[in-house]
């Protein structure tokens, strides 16, 4: 059935550092990608999508690029900040949303 | 435009009661998901609603669970008898249209219930 395997986390990095979180994916037919961002005591919140293959999401510095060669759609962004520390959850869809089980992100000063 | 509303957003229950967790989806949403989120883990699909009725109850324990979506109101998911293990973080979403392949809808979350059961 469709999947969708994840970085496991925890992830500590340093202000103004690279980020990235992995994600691949298992599907039948052609899935949309999404990642959401789910802040502390918060529900999540979509991040960015792409619909077809090579479409590149983007939003507030994260970039995720729809690869079905290698069936991935790693988050990327070139200087976090303290502000993105958050729980990072990458999705597909299918006959259901199917959702990884998170990476938790900490951005240090 | 008023969000996906939940309520409670916290709810503490003794073991052997019910709870009831209420969700109101966006306006012009007719499809609504619950998920549940244990500590440490993701999101678990629990189950699917349009109005009035269940389209996917995949994700949803055989027992003690329900959830409707009624022509008028919001949508509830219904926990009778509580245990220790339902307490979680259970969340709600909604779309404008159903889940499918090729289907590029996001789905829209409420900030969520924290259940405790004591």
């Known amino acids: 059935g469709d999947s969708v395997t994840q970085m496991e986390g925890p992830v500590t990095l340093s202000e103004e550092a690279f980020l990235t979180i992995n994600c691949t994916y298992t599907?039948?037919?052609?899935?949309?990608l999404f990642w959401y961002v789910q802040y502390p005591g918060e529900g999540l919140q979509l991040l960015l999508k792409?619909?077809?293959?090579?479409d590149k999401g983007s939003n507030k510095g994260f970039e995720a690029t729809y690869r079905k060669e290698t069936t991935s759609f790693h988050l990327e962004k070139g200087s976090v900040q303290v502000s993105d520390s958050a729980v990072y959850f990458c999705?597909?869809?299918?006959?259901?949303?199917?959702f990884g089980t998170g990476t938790s992100l900490t951005v240090i000063p | 435009n008023a969000g996906v509303m939940q309520n409670p957003r916290h709810l503490v229950r003794r073991r052997g009661q019910e709870a009831r967790l209420r969700c109101s989806p966006m306006?012009?949403?007719?499809?609504v998901y619950w998920y549940r989120q244990l500590p440490e883990e993701g999101l678990k699909f629990m189950v699917y609603?349009?109005?009035?009725?269940?389209?996917?109850e995949s994700g949803m324990p055989k027992e003690r669970f329900s959830a409707e979506f009624p022509k008028e109101g919001p949508s509830i998911l219904r926990i009778q008898q509580v245990v220790r293990g339902d307490s979680a973080a259970y969340f709600c979403?909604?779309?404008?249209?159903?889940?499918?392949?090729?289907?590029?809808?996001?789905?829209?979350f409420g900030p969520g219930t924290r259940l405790t059961v004591t």
């Open positions: 979403a909604s779309s404008p249209q159903g889940q499918g392949v090729r289907n590029s809808y996001e789905q829209y």
């Open positions: 599907a039948t037919g052609y899935p949309s």
């Open positions: 792409a619909t077809k293959a090579d």
């Open positions: 999705a597909l869809t299918g006959n259901q949303f199917y």
């Open positions: 306006k012009g949403h007719s499809h």
């Open positions: 609603l349009q109005k009035e009725n269940i389209i996917d």
